[in-house]
């Protein structure tokens, strides 16, 4: 196993002295503290992102095999041609690199030594704090009280318009949680993570909850020491609790009769339990959207859509393929990680994406998942939320990524860099 060696508070030459002279630490907290990590050989499969992605697809095409809606599409042969296609494209950018490095030597089962500034991260995380407080404050004396307060009759904004700065926003609350989750001391963690997430419930966003949780969970599958079948179990644990998250906050945000009538559900699927019913239409409607986007579209130009979430909101242009949402049977605004690059470009798009996901996922894999685990769960939380929307795009995704590597690079360190104990 790869793993971040743990030390009392110590200087430089206590640090490279060895094992043996390290001290005891007397009354001070421990600066320096040891994460487990896994070798690649031993990941479980969840955390290897192909493996993912297959899973993931095979999740929606199991769910729109249930055709909950009546809008849902109504073969399989066309998701399953989508799916086919995707996965060949991936697997064909995968291959690619191991074809152009037939030498590179895959980092990820070596037997490094790493230590991690807690300090340093405790540091990094309570700049954030105060960057996410700032915009909040912003936010209340603009827009006044967070969408939540709605549910305790306050009058508010809805969630999609309510409040600035949400791009940095919340990308900065999802670092705020992840990085504490490996803080062993239980006030700062349960303080920090406490605060993350009850702002970004404030805010009605549930699907930055859940991906800040999947996160969460993906840095732990990384560098926990727990046997692989555990964390498998702990895997469908954590989907049902994601699911009932989801569900919990839908029903507080949608009625019933809204979400039967806006997603336009079946009549004989009203007693199904709602949990059931949110997960199901959650990964079948938007693939049933694309399906219905590629029957009805008609491909005339290049355009480039699928680079404005990069931008930040008030820069972003009118979007091309606004009258998407009018074609029959489309329900609503998400259409899964492909739909802006088949109207963008057709069915080139969609290879084209999957190409760079596969080159993606070899390189990651080759540095190593856990190696640089803050940034890897970012990947694999982007490739568990391809169901749903791109995710890869998006400014706060960029902007999560560069935080998350500046992180990594200032708190990770392997035995004997002087970085950690010089400060």
Same mark, same amino acid.
């Given at each position: ?7 009392p /508070?110590?200087?430089? *030459? ?6 043996s002279?390290w001290?005891?630490p007397?009354?001070?907290? &421990?600066?320096l503290?040891q994460?487990l ?18 899973l993931?697809?095979m ?11 009546y809008?849902s599409?109504? *073969? ?7 799916f ?5 494209a991936?697997?064909a ?6 074809v ?11 037997? !490094? ?19 996410a407080?700032?915009?909040? @404050?912003? %936010?209340?004396?603009? !827009?006044?009280?967070?969408?939540a307060f709605?549910f305790l009759?306050?009058?508010?904004? %809805? ?5 600035r700065?949400?791009q940095l ?9 992840v990085n ?13 993570m406490a605060?993350g ?8 966003t549930r699907?930055?909850?859940?991906? *800040? ?10 560098? +926990?020491? #727990? ?17 009932f998250?989801?569900s919990?906050?839908?029903n507080n945000?949608?009625? &019933? ?6 997603l336009?559900?079946?009549?004989e ?12 239409? /959650? ?6 959207n ?6 009805n579209?008609?491909?005339e ?7 404005y ?6 820069w972003i242009?009118?979007?091309?393929? !606004?009258?998407?949402t009018?074609?029959?049977?489309v329900? !609503?605004g998400?259409?899964?990680?492909l739909? *802006? /690059?088949?109207?963008?470009? +057709?069915?080139?798009?969609i290879?084209l @994406?999957?190409?760079?996901l596969?080159?993606?996922?070899a390189?990651?894999?080759?540095r ?5 685990c803050?940034?890897s769960s ?8 391809i169901?749903?929307?791109? %995710?890869?795009?998006?400014l706060?995704? #960029?902007?999560q990524?560069?935080? &998350? ?6 708190v990770f /360190?392997?035995k ?8």
């Amino acid at each position: 196993m790869i793993k971040f060696t743990l030390l009392p /508070y110590c200087s430089f *030459t206590e640090l490279t002295a060895g094992y043996s002279s390290w001290p005891s630490p007397v009354g001070k907290a &421990q600066r320096l503290q040891q994460v487990l990590l896994r070798p690649n050989s031993d990941l479980p499969f969840y955390c290897r992102p192909v493996l993912l992605f297959v899973l993931v697809w095979m999740m929606m095409l199991a769910a729109l095999s249930f055709h909950v809606s009546y809008d849902s599409y109504p *073969t399989m042969e066309l998701p399953l041609s989508l799916f086919a296609i995707s996965l060949a494209a991936l697997l064909a950018g995968y291959g690619l690199v191991r074809v152009l490095f037939p030498v590179a030597e895959a980092r990820g089962d070596g037997d !490094d030594e790493y230590v991690l500034d807690v300090a340093r991260l405790r540091k990094v995380n309570v700049f954030l704090v105060m960057v996410a407080v700032a915009i909040m @404050i912003l %936010n209340l004396k603009l !827009d006044g009280l967070p969408p939540a307060f709605g549910f305790l009759s306050f009058e508010t904004k %809805n969630y999609l318009e309510y409040g600035r700065l949400k791009q940095l926003l919340f990308p900065s609350l999802i670092c705020i949680v992840v990085n504490s989750s490996l803080d062993r001391s239980r006030i700062w963690k349960v303080a920090l993570m406490a605060f993350g997430l009850l702002s970004l419930l404030l805010y009605v966003t549930r699907g930055e909850v859940l991906a *800040t949780l999947l996160q969460v969970f993906f840095v732990f599958s990384l560098t +926990s020491r #727990i046997q692989k079948k555990k964390l498998v179990v702990s895997a469908g644990v954590m989907v049902l609790a994601l699911a009932f998250l989801a569900s919990l906050v839908g029903n507080n945000r949608t009625t &019933q009769s809204s979400f039967f009538a806006v997603l336009q559900i079946r009549r004989e699927f009203w007693e199904w339990p709602m949990i059931a019913l949110w997960a199901i239409s /959650y990964f079948s409607i938007p693939v049933s959207n694309l399906c219905w986007i590629v029957h009805n579209f008609h491909f005339e130009t290049a355009t480039w859509s699928f680079l404005y979430p990069a931008l930040p909101a008030f820069w972003i242009p009118v979007d091309p393929h !606004d009258s998407v949402t009018g074609y029959s049977h489309v329900v !609503d605004g998400v259409h899964t990680y492909l739909a *802006t /690059y088949y109207l963008d470009l +057709s069915y080139p798009g969609i290879v084209l @994406i999957n190409v760079v996901l596969g080159v993606a996922c070899a390189f990651i894999m080759r540095r190593g998942m856990s190696r640089n685990c803050l940034t890897s769960s970012i990947f694999l939380g982007c490739i568990a939320y391809i169901f749903f929307v791109d %995710n890869f795009m998006p400014l706060s995704t #960029i902007l999560q990524f560069a935080i &998350q590597a500046f992180v990594q690079g200032k708190v990770f /360190y392997p035995k004997g860099i002087t970085g950690a104990a010089t400060e």
